[in-house]
C-alpha cells in the first residue's frame, strides 16, 4: 500500500515579522535569475521548507525548521515542512512509531486493471470507499469486460480518508 506524507505548513518569509530568516526563508519568493522565454514571468525560489523538515539519519527522526543542505545531502530520506509527498510502508512504519503518524495517510491505490471486486477491496482496505461506477465499450474486449479501465481520482492521489474513488469498469459489447 501507499502513503502520503503531510508535514504541516508555517509561514516562514523573509518580512514576515519573524526574527529568524536563514537562508532559506530569505529566498522565498526572492528572484533567482532568468524568467520565461516572453520574460513575462521571474521564477522564484519556492521549493524550500515552510514547516517543520522530518529528516530520517542514523536511524532515527530529527526535526528542524531550517533543513540544511548538508544534512539533507546525508538523510536516508527526509519530508521537507509544509509538503506532501508519497511515501514507502517502511517509511510510514517509521514515522508512526516515532509519533508522527497523525501526518501520514493512505494513498488511493491503484485498481487499474482489477475486478471490480478486487478494486472494491483494495479500495476500502486503504480506509476509501466506492464512489460511481460506470462503464465503457471503448478499448474493451472479452477478456477485460468487468476490470477497471479507469478511477477517479488517479492512484497515489491525496484523498480524505472516507473518500470517493470512482470506477470505470470495461463492458464488450
Not at 15 to 39: H, M, V
Not at 84 to 109: H, K, M, N, S
Not at 129 to 143: D, L
Request: charged share 15%; hydrophobic share 35%.
Amino acid at each position: 500500500m501507499a502513503y502520503i506524507a503531510t508535514t504541516p505548513w508555517e509561514y516562514q518569509t523573509w518580512g514576515a515579522n519573524k526574527p529568524w530568516p536563514d537562508q532559506y526563508t530569505r529566498l522565498s519568493q526572492r528572484r533567482i535569475a532568468g524568467g520565461t522565454e516572453t520574460g513575462t514571468i521571474n521564477p522564484f525560489l519556492t521549493d524550500i521548507a515552510r514547516g517543520v523538515t522530518l529528516i530520517y539519519i542514523d536511524g532515527g527522526i530529527e526535526t528542524t525548521l531550517y533543513p540544511y543542505q548538508n544534512t539533507l545531502a546525508d538523510a536516508d530520506w527526509y519530508i521537507l515542512g509544509g509538503h506532501t509527498q508519497l511515501i514507502t510502508d517502511e517509511q510510514a512504519v517509521i514515522l508512526t512509531a516515532e509519533g508522527y503518524g497523525d501526518y501520514v495517510r493512505p494513498a488511493v491505490p491503484n485498481v487499474i486493471g482489477l475486478t471490480q471486486a478486487a478494486a472494491t477491496a483494495a479500495i476500502i482496505a486503504s480506509g476509501f470507499i466506492v464512489g460511481t461506477v460506470t462503464t465503457t465499450s471503448q478499448g474493451a474486449t472479452p477478456a477485460n469486460t468487468g476490470k477497471v479501465q479507469a478511477q477517479s481520482p488517479t492512484y497515489d492521489s491525496d484523498l480524505a480518508q472516507g473518500g470517493k474513488v470512482n470506477l470505470v469498469l470495461y463492458l464488450y459489447p
